[in-house]
């Protein structure tokens, strides 16, 4: 490969490396917002899919549980096609048509899709953790022994008073 052709390669990569830089900065802030119908719900999603925040008005209380879990799930997949239509505005014109599917196919093997579950009777309470299981044993604390009133706390078991004569 001659000089010349070898540098147009090397800056045609730098520039791609470049876009993808661009593109992956552009990606992370991407967030699809939707707000519910009557405004006592807002959802904000990561293009993935995963919810970062919830908000309830406190008109959001007025209705029944399984009305507000419906208004909570609806949002959610409201906002979820925000993100999803905001990644494409974002990624097509970089990647082209021809590049766009298998890109999504990409990013759809880094988060799966999963199907929200609709109103469904709660778990029943002995399938549910208890709160103290729901900590990992990493992060208890054990009772502290206390030192033995005797303990000089140096380690050994001569005292540091020891008679020096």
Avoid: C, W
Avoid at 21 to 42: E, F, H, N, Y
Avoid at 104 to 116: D, G, I, K, L, T
Avoid at 139 to 161: C, K, L, N, Q, V
């Amino acid at each position: 490969m001659d000089q010349a052709r070898y540098d147009e390669t090397l800056r045609h990569f730098a520039e791609q490396a470049a876009n993808a830089a661009r593109l992956k900065d552009s990606i992370a802030q991407l967030k699809g917002s939707a707000r519910s119908t009557d405004g006592s719900v807002t959802v904000t999603v990561a293009p993935s899919g995963a919810v970062l925040g919830l908000q309830l008005a406190p008109a959001a209380m007025n209705r029944s549980h399984t009305q507000l879990t419906q208004d909570i799930l609806a949002t959610i997949r409201a906002a979820q096609q925000e993100a999803a239509a905001r990644m494409e505005d974002t990624v097509r014109p970089l990647v082209g048509d021809a590049q766009y599917d298998r890109f999504q196919a990409a990013f759809r093997a880094q988060s799966p899709a999963v199907e929200p579950l609709g109103p469904t009777a709660p778990p029943p309470p002995s399938a549910l953790p208890t709160p103290s299981s729901a900590i990992p044993a990493a992060h208890t604390r054990r009772p502290r022994t206390p030192a033995p009133p005797d303990d000089d706390g140096d380690f050994t078991d001569e005292s540091i008073y020891r008679d020096r004569s």
